[in-house]
T-cell receptor, first 114, second 112 residues
Framework: SQTIHQWPATLVQPVGSPLSLECTVEGTSNPNLYWYRQAAGRGLQLLFYSVGIGQISSEVPQNLSASRPQDRQFILSSKKLLLSDSGFYLC?????????????FGEGSRLTVL | TQLLEQSPQFLSIQEGENLTVYCNSSSVFSSLQWYRQEPGEGPVLLVTVVTGGEVKKLKRLTFQFGDARKDSSLHITAAQPGDTGLYLCAGRSEYNFNKFYFGSGTKLNVKP
């Protein structure tokens, strides 16, 4: 069966410091991968998605970047964090191809920028 | 701009009551999903609806996709405290199957 993991689960960082959140998927190949951000108790904002190694689509201009160095690895980064980068970050995967369309989420990473 | 609008945003009801959550958009979606999320965890998929007018039942939960594939509803019969959580709808773009857009969420609290 497929599994998705992201880490770290919790992160407290000072303004101006770098960020790296990692996400890996097991049990499937060539998945579509996603990074979402969620404000407290609200909906999810699509940040980045990737349909293959090295292929990144950005949805919102911001202080963040994403990379996909391997088929089942997705990384969210920042060179200098802002206070506004605080939030709950969710990685997700979806089977590639047309299909019916479902997203499967990791456990989430809570980032607090002080 | 939120592509999908959910209502109500908050709902607090007594155990045993019925409720309906709505998810509306002016855009057409190739499919629509409903998720339930617990605090501090990732959303978990409940159902996917694909065909306009489609109705799916999952025990006490009934999901409907609008005829024009622009809106959806989630109806819960005889709500239980275990139904408490954040309910999210998400639409898969008709023009780019790789994109999923989420509603603003409905926070449900079922009191015993």
């Amino acid at each position: 069966s497929q599994t998705i993991h992201q880490w770290p689960a919790t992160l407290v960082q000072p303004v101006g410091s770098p960020l790296s959140l990692e996400c890996t998927v097991e049990g499937t190949s060539n998945p579509n991968l996603y990074w979402y951000r969620q404000a407290a108790g609200r909906g999810l904002q699509l940040l980045f998605y990737s349909v293959g190694i090295g292929q990144i689509s950005s949805e919102v201009p911001q202080n963040l970047s994403a990379s996909r160095p391997q088929d089942r690895q997705f990384i969210l980064s920042s060179k200098k964090l802002l206070l506004s980068d605080s939030g709950f970050y969710l990685c997700a995967w979806s089977p590639s191809g047309t299909g019916t369309g479902e997203l499967f989420f990791g456990e989430g990473s809570r980032l607090t920028v002080l | 701009t939120q592509l999908l609008e959910q209502s109500p945003q908050f709902l607090s009801i007594q155990e045993g009551e019925n409720l309906t959550v709505y998810c509306n958009s002016s855009s057409v979606f190739s499919s629509l999903q409903w998720y339930r999320q617990e605090p501090g965890e990732g959303p978990v998929l409940l159902v996917t609806v694909v065909t306009g007018g489609e109705v799916k039942k999952l025990k006490r939960l009934t999901f409907q996709f609008g005829d024009a594939r622009k809106d959806s509803s989630l109806h819960i019969t005889a709500a239980q405290p275990g139904d408490t959580g954040l309910y999210l709808c998400a639409g898969r773009s008709e023009y780019n199957f790789n994109k999923f857009y989420f509603g603003s969420g409905t926070k449900l609290n079922v009191k015993p």
